[in-house]
């Protein structure tokens, strides 16, 4: 089931900001460990890899997974992006992803 964060934060009884900030920060450690299992992956590759693993495939649904890393992830991701075949990939992945 689908929440909204406002939905989320009236659930909890906490404010819309607090729910970003755990989601940004719970981002950030899946990230973090994600990339640990194999630091032979790129940023990319290892946002891809967890898109794929939430079965994200729509692009809209991957601009909010994006969206949600905190700034300095996608940064990362960003800045590891080297060549102008890793910066098509990157905007065109929600499109790739749904053949794979």
């Known amino acids: ?23 940004k920060r719970a981002m950030r450690k899946v990230f973090h460990k994600a ?3 194999n630091k032979e992956w790129s940023p990319l590759e290892v946002l891809f890899g967890l898109s794929c693993f939430f079965n994200i495939k729509q692009e809209s649904d991957f601009k909010r997974f994006y969206y949600d890393f905190p700034e300095d992830i ?10 102008k075949n890793e910066i098509e990939i990157f905007r ?3 499109k790739v992803s749904q053949k794979l």
């Open 92 to 94: 065109n992945f929600p």
């Open 74 to 83: 996608k940064t990362i991701i960003k800045d590891s992006l080297k060549t």
């Open 35 to 37: 990339w640990s299992l």
């Open 1 to 23: 089931m689908e929440m909204t964060i406002q939905e989320i934060a009236n659930d909890i009884n906490t404010s819309k900001q607090n729910v970003n900030q755990i989601l």
